[in-house]
């Protein structure tokens, strides 16, 4: 039976880097590209802009057969062949914090496939601000450099989100390094160390 892994974490934690590195032993779901695929399919004027605003998805219809069936009808479009896939699944986003949201897909990925959960398959990358820092900058994205371009202000935002995974109540465990995470999803997937990425 397949493994499904969440891993959660702000921006520059590690969570994608984490989610690719073990194609042969798991499939990639990108919370991510699944929230901003639902949103703009159930609310076709949504601007672009706006895909990944996690306050546009009205609150009166976060409700779990809502948010399930709007995720399962892009399911498909998101992750080509994953109803067929029989590899572990790693699904890595900031969204999977909000029960409402994450909640919603174990059912839709139950129905699409054998799939299960454990404890121990919710992770949290949290390294330290100037690590975060440091990764936003490097990857230069241009949404997110102006809006963080000091170590501070990365540092209140990681808060924030802290906040919403402390909200949460998923059994979210803290990993403090990017290597950390990485060994984890490594021994979650079965793969043996220096296993062919």
Known sequence: MALLIFLIGFRGSGKTTAAQMFPKHAARLDGDHLFATTLRRKWPKIRYEDRNDWSKWPK??????????AQDAVLDQ???GLRQDERHVVAD???FACDWFRDPLLTVLQRARVIRTAEDAFLYSKPPVDVLFRHIHVRGREDELPRFSNEAAVGE??????KTVRASLAPWRRLDSIADLADEVRRLVGASRGAPR
């Open 157 to 162: 935002d990681s808060e924030r989100y802290d």
């Open 93 to 95: 986003g900031a969204v």
């Open 78 to 80: 998101v992750v080509p």
């Open 60 to 69: 009166h219809q976060r409700d779990a057969a809502t948010v399930a069936d």
